[in-house]
């Protein structure tokens, strides 16, 4: 673990096993961090999704990248999947209408998953050059931002003119 502190099971002395002696990690839920060690990052979706997170900033880059895709993750999850079930409606008498629409939302989800980790860690990456720190609120704008110029730029000519 980087920055110096160790794990230790919670009721052990100052003194206690570290669990790292036997060279196997930790069991989940029975080791917590020292009071001095910052480098732990709890990234779990609960927090992100519930906008909380400890100290209320993202300081490091895989906070900020975790965050950011996270939000752009579920709102395209959200669009392609109200997407999804339009098309399927729509073409569930069609001989192959069904099966084209799976293809063409997982296309689609696929293809937005992609570009949303690029510009997630572009974002997080110009935060942590420019030695700022972002709040989960931004990244919740960065990822539905994502997400929803994402549908500006599908829906308009813009691309049919370059």
Known sequence: MRGGGRW???????GGDTGTAVGRPPR?????VEAGDLSA???????????????TVLRS?????YWVFLWALFSSLFVHGAVGVLMFVM???HRQGRLIS???V????????TGAMITSAAVAGIYRVAGKNMAPLEALIFGVGQTVLTLIISFSRILATL
Request: hydrophobic share 45%; with cysteine; proline share 2%.
């Open 8 to 14: 230790r099971r919670e009721g052990d002395g100052p």
């Open 28 to 32: 989940a839920g029975s080791m917590k």
């Open 41 to 55: 990052i709890n990234l779990s979706v609960q927090q992100v999704l519930s906008l909380w997170a400890h100290g």
């Open 61 to 65: 880059l895989t906070e900020m990248w």
């Open 91 to 93: 073409l569930q008498k």
């Open 102 to 104: 799976v293809i063409v």
């Open 106 to 113: 997982c296309i689609g989800f696929l293809g937005s998953i």
